[in-house]
């Protein structure tokens, strides 16, 4: 980034073995404040050796810009074209059911993180290991203390829910969340829609959560409210 600003880039490309959520979140968020110009890019690198060739890298674009080409299906494994299907589709039903939520770019991963209207908040669908969804509201890094907060207010979330409500909020890990889950197989594609129509109204009330995200902010040391 020092150098990026230093030389007035217009790309800026951050290259790692593997990205963990936050960090491509962290990604597409710098994508989504900046004006369209700067673009930023995560690449995942792998070392490719075929036969008795000499070792050569392969880059795997993770996170970057929503005008970025779209992603070469017959390269992807099984898994990924899985993925890009699912939220390619999801993101049709929100434009026809839910234009509250905006849609995004589909990814080719297990998670996809949609604006939440909240500022620093995001909301994220993503399906980790365990055969769980999960709808969540979303925090990389640096509020900590905002949801303790809103830990402490769990039974006036759970009333805006309308159900029990986890979260994940570790001193050791960067992100934070509120989260609602059910179970689920991705790869039923049959219970797509029964999956979409048990996002949409979660979705919705996540966003709802505005007024006591706000009312934790100003609770907060030093807050000015």
Same mark, same amino acid.
């Given at each position: ?9 217009? *790309?800026?490309?951050?290259? #790692? ?8 979140? *962290? ?8 004006? +369209?110009? #700067?673009?930023?890019? #995560?690449?995942?690198? #792998? ?5 008795? @060739?000499?070792?050569? *890298? ?34 049709? &039903? ?5 234009? +509250?939520?905006?849609? /995004?770019?589909?990814?080719?991963? @297990?998670?996809?993180?949609? /604006? ?15 055969? &769980? ?6 925090? =990389?890094?640096?509020? !900590?203390?905002?949801?303790? %907060? ?5 039974? /006036?979330?759970? *009333? ?6 986890? =979260?994940?909020?570790? !001193?050791?890990? +960067?992100? $934070? $969340? ?21 996002? %949409?109204?979660?979705?919705? !009330? ?16 030093? $807050?000015?409210?």
């Amino acid at each position: 980034m020092t150098y990026s600003a230093g030389l007035n880039a217009l *790309a800026t490309v951050w290259i #790692a073995s593997s990205f963990k959520a936050e960090h491509r979140e *962290a990604v597409e968020w710098l994508n989504r404040v900046t004006n +369209q110009e #700067a673009n930023f890019f #995560a690449l995942e690198v #792998a070392c490719l050796k075929i036969d008795e @060739s000499l070792p050569a *890298a392969d880059f795997n674009v993770v996170a970057g810009p929503s005008s970025w080409p779209p992603t070469q299906v017959d390269t992807m494994t099984p898994r990924a074209k899985l993925w890009l299907e699912f939220w390619t589709a999801f993101n049709e &039903y929100l434009e026809a059911c839910c234009p +509250q939520i905006k849609s /995004r770019k589909a990814v080719r991963d @297990s998670w996809c993180s949609f /604006r939440s209207g909240i500022p620093n908040l995001s909301l994220v669908v993503e399906f980790p290991k365990g055969g &769980y969804l999960y709808a969540e509201l979303y925090s =990389f890094g640096g509020h !900590k203390d905002l949801f303790s %907060k809103l830990e402490e207010n769990k039974a /006036r979330i759970v *009333a805006v829910l309308g159900e029990d409500v986890g =979260f994940f909020n570790r !001193k050791d890990r +960067q992100y $934070s $969340s509120v989260w609602v889950r059910r179970e689920a197989d991705p790869s039923d594609r049959e219970r797509w829609p029964e999956l979409f129509d048990w996002l %949409k109204p979660r979705l919705l !009330k996540l966003r709802a959560l505005e007024p006591l995200v706000n009312e934790a902010k100003a609770a907060l040391p030093g $807050s000015s409210s």
